[in-house]
Nanobody
Framework: QAQLVESGGGLVQAGGSLRLTCAASGRALRRPAMGWFRQAPGKEREFVAAISGSGVTTIYADSLKGRFTISRDNAVNTVWLWMNNLKPEDTAVYYC??????????????????WGQGTQVTVSS
């Protein structure tokens, strides 16, 4: 079974940028839709961005449009989340998720059956 491993988190100043990487091992990324979610302390997990299995369709949380970009390369089984102009409120653990049952992107955590371990993003003011 594939494993999803996130990397790229860290500490950054407000206004800075980070690129998160989600690498899948053990199984091709060709079909599943992929999503990024985040969870801040004391808050529920929230949708960040998702991309269809083909990579053609992307969706974003309204509040993050224009600052975050999701992309994928199935040839190397990798999904990225590019985060620009980061703000302290972006501080959270970011999770990569895969939906192996459909190819369409979804904003709903329940649609994703596989999750990575998460990577911490901390934005200082």
């Amino acid at each position: 079974q594939a494993q999803l491993v996130e990397s790229g988190g860290g500490l950054v100043q407000a206004g800075g940028s980070l690129r998160l990487t989600c690498a899948a091992s053990g199984r091709a990324l060709r079909r599943p839709a992929m999503g990024w979610f985040r969870q801040a302390p004391g808050k529920e997990r929230e949708f960040v961005a998702a991309i269809s299995g083909s990579g053609v369709t992307t969706i974003y949380a309204d509040s993050l449009k224009g600052r975050f970009t999701i992309s994928r390369d199935n040839a190397v089984n990798t999904v990225w989340l590019w985060m620009n102009n980061l703000k302290p409120e972006d501080t959270a653990v970011y999770y990569c998720a895969a939906d192996w049952t459909r190819g369409s992107a979804s904003t709903m955590p329940v649609d994703y059956g596989q999750w990575g371990q998460g990577t911490q993003v901390t934005v200082s003011s």
